[in-house]
């Protein structure tokens, strides 16, 4: 399956609100309805990327964005601004298998590592962990080497699960604030 992109994720504005303040402090006020996400293409490593700041009425991406949090999903909204993404948070951190010395591990398996760093980590290379635990990164798409296998970092524990989830179709508003 391939990866949600800015192309999948629809933008209806509202009618313009007013700007707040005047001069070199003034600051747009925008509030959009988004829909992505149909079960057919998987969320992306670090976040779904947003769409360029003219689809959203602002001539600069965001400074902040407060969404309005999908009833009954289980799921809370961030705002990712240094990447201009938007990242899809469980409220509950499923449960995960911690990663095991000397074990066999098949392509896509899913472990966190024994000592908790917060990370999630997908199988790239098929293989046998080492006698004893690596360094596991803690950069989005990064390896670890661990043994004849090699991990991906794929996300918080509690993010979905990037190049795996698949989110249903998910509509919320956006009030957005910036430029």
């Known amino acids: 399956m391939a990866d949600l992109t800015a192309s999948d994720v629809g933008v209806v504005l509202e009618p313009r609100l007013k700007d707040m303040a005047r001069g070199a402090m003034a ?8 829909t992505l996400g149909d079960g057919a293409k998987t969320y992306p490593i670090g976040g779904v ?10 001539i600069r991406n965001p400074q902040l964005v407060l969404f309005q949090q999908p ?8 705002y990712d601004a240094a990447n201009h993404k938007l990242r899809i948070m469980r409220f509950k951190d499923p449960s995960y298998t ?19 760093n917060g990370y999630l980590y997908r199988c790239s290379t098929a293989g046998t962990s080492h006698s004893s635990a690596p ?10 080497e661990d043994g004849t296998a ?3 970092c794929v996300g918080l524990v ?18 957005m604030i910036g430029d």
């Open 27 to 34: 600051k747009a006020l925008t509030v959009a309805e988004i």
């Open 49 to 58: 990327p947003l769409p360029a700041a003219g689809v959203l009425a602002l």
């Open 71 to 78: 009833a009954d999903r289980g799921l809370a909204l961030r």
């Open 98 to 116: 911690a990663r095991a010395d000397s074990t066999s591990y098949s392509l896509g398996d899913l472990r966190v590592p024994a000592t908790a």
């Open 135 to 144: 360094t596991f990164g803690t950069v989005l798409g990064g390896p670890t």
């Open 150 to 152: 090699v991990w991906t």
């Open 158 to 175: 509690d993010e979905l699960v990037g190049g795996v989830d698949a989110p249903a179709e998910l509509t919320f508003k956006a009030l």
